[in-house]
């Protein structure tokens, strides 16, 4: 009965991979000219050649791609193999930063500096989101390697649940995360009458907790699903690569790798985030008493 709901992990991953091919792969126009129109909040663009004509608020970061900046981009700018021209009201707030193109009506249009990415200037520019990332993933493994410590068996038993029930610890994170959001609301509207800050405080308490832990679920169940022994014979014949610690920092591996790849590696947190969520609630912290019913032992 179990065996089908195993496969729901793979399949979901591979069904994510597939859509976001399927979202970042160029699409044709007529006369083989490419455009994509870039809109607001931090963009990543691949294997298109762009053109900006509304102000964008955050950064943006093209990859094989021309880009025309006809509108204000309040960020930084990165440029990997295209030309970059300026024109109009194109102003870039940040850095311009660029790699194997040119740059055409930079003068004056640019807040910060223009930095060739072949430059020492431009590699340590490029750097700075790519250490602050890296700096959250140190954060994540001690905080995975302390909960995994004292709560191993826990964190072993929601595993195996999230492997085996994905659907439904999917589902029930969104459900959860949406009450989160709507509780928050509510007691946002109490904040003038005191009680608010507390609920507040605790639901935040209560949801930081519930993130935490499962996404150290998730980081066993990744990691269970890459390297764990599938026989009782692989697993006598390992000497490292097995407990729960272990599948615990290749699962954070895996996932801290995705994280760094621009556009992929945030729809693969959320994605991840939900899991998480709702096996947290799902297992209730990896203890699955009864909630309601109190259950006794069968008289002889």
Same mark, same amino acid.
């Given at each position: 009965?179990?065996?089908?709901?195993?496969? +729901? /992990?793979?399949?979901?991953?591979?069904? #994510?991979?597939?859509?976001?091919?399927?979202?970042?792969? %160029?699409?044709?126009?007529?006369?083989?000219?490419?455009?994509?129109?870039?809109?607001?909040?931090?963009?990543? /663009? @691949?294997?298109?050649?762009?053109?900006?004509?509304?102000?964008? %608020?955050?950064?943006?970061?093209?990859? *094989?791609?021309?880009?025309?900046?006809?509108?204000?981009?309040?960020?930084?700018?990165?440029? @990997?193999?295209?030309?970059?021209?300026?024109?109009?009201?194109?102003?870039?707030?940040?850095?311009?930063? &660029?790699?194997?193109?040119?740059?055409? *009506?930079?003068?004056?249009?640019?807040?910060?500096?223009?930095?060739?990415?072949?430059?020492?200037?431009?590699?340590?520019?490029?750097?700075?989101?790519?250490?602050?990332?890296?700096?959250?993933?140190?954060?994540?493994?001690?905080?995975?390697?302390?909960?995994?410590?004292?709560?191993?068996?826990?964190?072993?038993?929601?595993? /195996?649940?999230?492997?085996?029930?994905?659907?439904?610890?999917?589902?029930?994170?969104?459900?959860?995360?949406?009450?989160?959001?709507?509780?928050?609301?509510? !007691?946002?509207?109490?904040?003038?009458?005191?009680?608010?800050?507390?609920?507040?405080? /605790?639901? #935040?308490?209560?949801?930081?907790?519930?993130?935490? &832990?499962?996404?150290?679920?998730?980081?066993?169940?990744?990691?269970?699903?890459?390297?764990?022994?599938?026989?009782?014979?692989?697993?006598?014949?390992?000497?490292? !690569?097995?407990?729960?610690?272990?599948?615990?920092?290749?699962?954070?591996?895996?996932?801290?790798?995705?994280?760094?790849? %621009?556009?992929?590696?945030?729809?693969?947190?959320?994605?991840?985030?939900?899991?998480?969520?709702?096996? #947290?609630?799902?297992?209730?912290?990896?203890?699955?008493?009864?909630?309601? +019913?109190?259950?006794?032992?069968?008289?002889?």
């Amino acid at each position: 009965m179990r065996r089908p709901s195993r496969i +729901l /992990v793979p399949l979901t991953a591979v069904a #994510a991979v597939i859509v976001v091919a399927f979202v970042l792969s %160029p699409t044709g126009a007529s006369g083989g000219e490419r455009l994509h129109r870039i809109g607001s909040g931090d963009q990543f /663009v @691949f294997g298109r050649d762009s053109v900006v004509d509304s102000a964008v %608020p955050g950064s943006l970061q093209v990859y *094989g791609g021309n880009i025309d900046v006809n509108a204000p981009i309040a960020g930084d700018l990165l440029v @990997f193999g295209g030309n970059v021209v300026l024109r109009g009201a194109g102003h870039v707030g940040g850095n311009l930063i &660029y790699a194997g193109g040119n740059i055409e *009506g930079a003068d004056g249009r640019v807040g910060g500096r223009v930095y060739s990415l072949m430059t020492l200037q431009g590699a340590a520019a490029t750097m700075n989101k790519t250490a602050i990332v890296v700096s959250l993933l140190l954060a994540w493994l001690i905080v995975a390697v302390a909960l995994t410590l004292v709560s191993g068996r826990e964190v072993r038993f929601s595993s /195996v649940e999230v492997r085996t029930s994905a659907l439904y610890c999917f589902a029930l994170g969104l459900v959860a995360l949406t009450s989160f959001v709507l509780t928050a609301i509510v !007691f946002s509207y109490l904040v003038p009458y005191v009680i608010g800050i507390p609920l507040l405080a /605790v639901l #935040a308490v209560f949801a930081i907790l519930t993130k935490v &832990y499962g996404m150290v679920v998730v980081f066993h169940a990744v990691g269970a699903l890459v390297a764990a022994p599938r026989t009782h014979e692989q697993l006598m014949a390992r000497r490292w !690569f097995r407990g729960d610690l272990t599948m615990v920092v290749i699962g954070l591996l895996i996932l801290g790798a995705l994280r760094i790849i %621009p556009g992929v590696g945030a729809i693969v947190w959320s994605c991840a985030s939900v899991f998480g969520v709702g096996v #947290a609630l799902a297992t209730r912290f990896g203890h699955r008493d009864p909630v309601f +019913l109190a259950f006794r032992e069968a008289e002889a």
